[in-house]
């Protein structure tokens, strides 16, 4: 018997793997930019531009209208990861000393 995850979960779920994956990859990004000289607008532009991607198969789900709802629940736990990871990544690699 099949069973649809109720709506909480699955936006907790995807909030936390964005937070994870995004905050994880930007304090890379940070050390290895400090590393290279790169600087650190470009690295959080990147990043913006990476999360806008991350979002885009559901942003493009709520445009033609396929299994609007689901997309609308995944699309917020998106944003909302992405938000908060890219928010503390920048204070993280201050504190390790990377920006």
């Known amino acids: 018997m099949w069973h649809a995850l109720p709506d909480e979960t699955l936006r907790a779920q995807l909030t936390v793997g964005a937070l994870v994956a995004f905050g994880v990859a930007r304090v890379v990004a940070a050390a290895i930019g400090a590393q290279r000289g790169w600087r650190i607008a470009t690295v959080t532009q990147w990043f913006l531009c990476a999360a806008f991607v ?5 942003i493009l789900q709520i445009v033609f209208a396929v299994d609007v709802h689901t997309a609308y629940v995944e699309l917020q736990g998106k944003i909302v ?19």
């Not at 991350?54 to 559901?58: D, G, H, R, Y």
């Not at 990861?81 to 920006?99: D, K, M, T």
């Open 54 to 58: 991350f979002c885009l198969p559901q």
């Open 81 to 99: 990861g992405c938000a908060l990871g890219l928010f503390c990544a920048p204070i993280v690699s201050h504190r390790i000393g990377y920006e």
